[in-house]
């Protein structure tokens, strides 16, 4: 049987984020999730995006052993999440480093 779910009354918006923010909180994943062992360990961090909202995005290129500090200023960049399937297909996504300017 199958079934159909409407959501009522909700209109979508599309909304572009300007991809700055600031760090809220960080943890460093030492046991990775499967499919992502070999990224391990790396910083996994609540960021507080300038328009308010919040999201949990990977802090990428920190110097080895480097931690980003609460209230660090970041910028989101496109990064290689993962590669699938036999043909090694390349999936990207977004992630976040320390705001360069």
């Known amino acids: 049987m199958s079934e159909s779910r409407q959501v009522v009354g909700v209109q979508a918006e599309r ?4 991809g ?6 960080f943890t460093v994943v030492r046991e990775a999730p499967q499919g992502f062992e070999e990224q391990s360990p790396y910083v996994l ?5 300038d328009e308010g909202a919040m999201i949990t995005a990977q802090i990428t290129d920190l110097d080895m052993g480097e931690l980003p500090s609460i209230g660090d200023r ?5 990064r290689k999440l993962t590669t699938e399937g ?3 297909m390349i999936v990207y996504g977004y992630k ?4 360069v300017s």
């Open 74 to 78: 970041v910028e989101m960049v496109t």
């Open 86 to 88: 036999e043909r090694g």
């Open 15 to 18: 909304y572009a984020f300007a």
């Open 20 to 25: 700055t923010g600031t760090v809220y909180s």
């Open 45 to 49: 961090a609540l960021i507080k995006l």
């Open 96 to 99: 976040f480093r320390k705001a």
